[in-house]
């Protein structure tokens, strides 16, 4: 755990950036905690969609309202291929998901979901050496988009996650050439019926990139006794800010409260 | 506008009974509002499910709820066949229900709605008539399964409803033998299009009574840009708390708070 640049603080919430070197991959991490903050706390790990970085907006939004309303700590990486894993640190949004879109038809798709889930348990495990941090309060994880399609298999495969929020994704239960509905149908069809944590499952019902049936596939893989669904009309990108107050809400109830 | 009975209060909360006629109809209804108040305030209307009542517990604890946390008002009444319009105060649910079911087949089926529309209507123009409610702020609606079927056509029917909460209830687009759902096509399916203020939609996944494409048809069916549909896991009448919740912040966001 090498950290990076000084420290910021901004509002009362700290900023370190670091990175962890997991099976000859270097993964930029960064993680946020209260000011002055000491004792243990929950958790919430945040995963970003795709083209973005594990500073985008509402990452970074999100990580800061947790640990301002909750005294939580949040933690997000890059995800292989983004964000600072790249020479450009990730500025180039429109390259990225130009050379997503090409992987599908030009033979260049890799599925580095493994990858995703050994860096996720490699930053959970350095996080919970944190003093401010510590391994004793339950951990929730949140990401949609590609945030649940490299998130799912990764909370399927952690004991220690026990709350999470999905979405914005989904599979097509018949086989298709093209790579990525494969991918999603093997691993997010396998991995779903894994989950068995409390779950917020977010869709947009008017989601250019992922059809109703196939969301509502992905919800219903889901093993969870406690689920539920929040459908709101509009495009992929267009999740009200409601649903991060119901995230919120989750986590409060099935992580607690830190006495700020 | 006959009262019935004394008031009583329960933990700052007022209920009164009262009779209205309406069309020669005896409409029995209730309403609660907070001890001691006199301006106006923000009103919601509950309509309670098939074979239950005005006063039944989610009814009753939902309205006292919206007045002891937000200061609100909160009126219900027994629907046509319901409650105190029939001679046991409609105690005999499973013989209510059992009369339901029969008249799908048995040809004494009657759509009731348009007495149940104007029932409502003549019920707000009372209760904005009490000086503790006025007519100056916002009303609200509030109605699942039969409160739906009843409640979305007034609700389309009356400009005077600012935000509604729907669910537990969908319609079939081709046409059925079965008058009860030959009325949800016409009716619901006709109405729904004319709502356009914020909805809430709650629909259970396992519904016995309800199937999930008729409740996504209604859903769908609704003009409301701004409107959400919330899907939990379980039976008809399993809708969880949160649901109730929601519904509290739902009509806090669109009628406003009043400084108790």
Do not use: C
């Not at 990858?115 to 959970?124: H, P, S």
């Not at 409390?198 to 049936?213: A, M």
């Amino acid at each position: 755990m090498q950290w990076r640049g000084e420290a910021s603080t901004n509002n009362g919430v700290v900023e370190r950036e670091f990175r962890l070197e997991v099976a000859g991959r270097t993964v930029p991490a960064v993680v946020w905690t209260p000011e002055g903050s000491t004792g243990p706390r929950p958790l919430v790990l945040l995963g970003h969609g795709a083209a973005t970085h594990k500073k985008t907006d509402y990452i970074a939004a999100l990580g800061s309202r947790l640990v301002r309303h909750h005294g939580f700590a949040a933690a997000a990486i890059d995800a292989t291929g983004h964000g600072d894993r790249l020479p450009d640190g990730g500025k180039d949004r429109e390259r990225i998901w130009a050379e997503r879109i090409a992987s599908r038809s030009n033979g260049e798709f890799k599925d580095f979901t493994d990858d995703m889930v050994a860096d996720w348990k490699a930053t959970l495990d350095a996080v919970q050496t944190l003093p401010e941090v510590g391994d004793s309060l339950p951990v929730g994880y949140w990401g949609l988009s590609m945030g649940t399609s490299l998130g799912l298999p990764f909370v399927a495969a952690e004991s220690r996650i026990a709350v999470a929020v999905f979405g914005l994704m989904g599979f097509a239960t018949g086989p298709s050439d093209n790579p990525w509905m494969e991918r999603g149908r093997i691993r997010l069809g396998g991995d779903a019926p894994k989950i068995t944590v409390p779950v917020l499952f977010i869709q947009q019902w008017d989601d250019e990139l992922v059809s109703r049936e196939n969301g509502l596939n992905l919800f219903n893989a889901i093993a969870s006794k406690d689920k539920r669904l929040h459908i709101n009309p509009g495009a992929h990108a267009a999740v009200p800010v409601e649903e991060f107050d119901h995230s919120e809400a989750l986590f409060v109830k099935h992580l607690g409260v830190v006495k700020l």
